[in-house]
């Protein structure tokens, strides 16, 4: 019995040695992701009526990421082959409406009318014409008498005529500095002058008066006041005091003139 029970003792030493000693397998875990990306394309036809503006075809197209987490559990001797989720198929174009769309209508151009807007008036001062009349010593006489028809009366009328100095001098040509008159005129063209301050009064601006320098006469427009003029001197503009002399004469002394 002692060896029998010897034996067994060592039998079971041994056997429990390698129980102990066999290594214990554990199931291995493998994660798998598996990523499916279906596309989903909608179309959109809407029924166009006359009269109607064709709105713009709308095409939708879906993205639906699909992931999908799998765990599979690996026993030592067999590995099991991870299975993919087969994509569904994605659903084909369909009409919401089976009616036949009607053609869109054609855009037709139209011509706007602008009615322009009028320019504005423009006032314009305009010098009565002035008529040069070149006299004789022995006829101006005459053209005295009929500068005598209007019936003017007082200073400087036909019957007191006023005699003085001439000069010239650049009228006022900008409306936001007019002459004291309210006037702007072309000096250039336009035949006008200022009488002396002295002798004017607001009731005379706008009136003709008739200008005699030896023989020479002339009919201009009171526009302005001459502060720097003594008596019966005058002030006239460029044109004017061309037409009876030379700028470089400067100053034209006994001249005759009255408000017609």
Request: charged residues 15%; proline residues 7%; glycine residues 6%.
């Amino acid at each position: 019995m002692a060896p029998i029970s010897k034996t067994l003792a060592l039998a079971g030493a041994l056997f429990a040695i390698s129980g102990v000693a066999a290594p214990v397998e554990k199931r291995a875990v493998v994660w798998e992701t598996v990523t499916d990306i279906v596309w989903t394309t909608v179309d959109v036809t809407t029924t166009i009526y006359p009269n109607q503006a064709a709105p713009t075809s709308t095409e939708t197209h879906t993205i639906v990421p699909v992931s999908t987490t799998a765990a599979a559990a690996v026993v030592p001797t067999t590995t099991a082959a991870p299975q993919e989720e087969e994509a569904q198929p994605a659903p084909t174009s369909s009409s919401s409406s089976s009616s036949t769309p009607a053609p869109a209508p054609q855009p037709t151009e139209r011509a706007t009318e602008v009615e322009a807007a009028p320019a504005p008036a423009v006032e314009t001062t305009t010098a009565p014409a002035q008529t040069q009349n070149t006299q004789s010593s022995s006829s101006s006489g005459s053209s005295s008498s009929s500068g005598s028809s209007s019936g003017y009366t007082g200073a400087c009328s036909f019957s007191s005529k006023c005699t003085g100095e001439m000069t010239y001098y650049d009228t006022a040509t900008s409306a936001s500095a007019p002459s004291s008159c309210g006037m702007t005129n072309d000096g250039e063209t336009e035949f006008v002058i200022a009488m002396p301050v002295g002798l004017m009064s607001n009731s005379d601006c706008g009136k003709e008066v008739t200008i005699n320098y030896k023989g020479t006469s002339a009919q201009a427009k009171i526009v302005d006041k001459c502060m720097g003029c003594q008596g019966g001197s005058i002030d006239l503009s460029r044109a004017l005091f061309s037409h009876f002399a030379s700028f470089s004469e400067g100053r034209l002394y006994d001249a005759e003139w009255w408000i017609n």
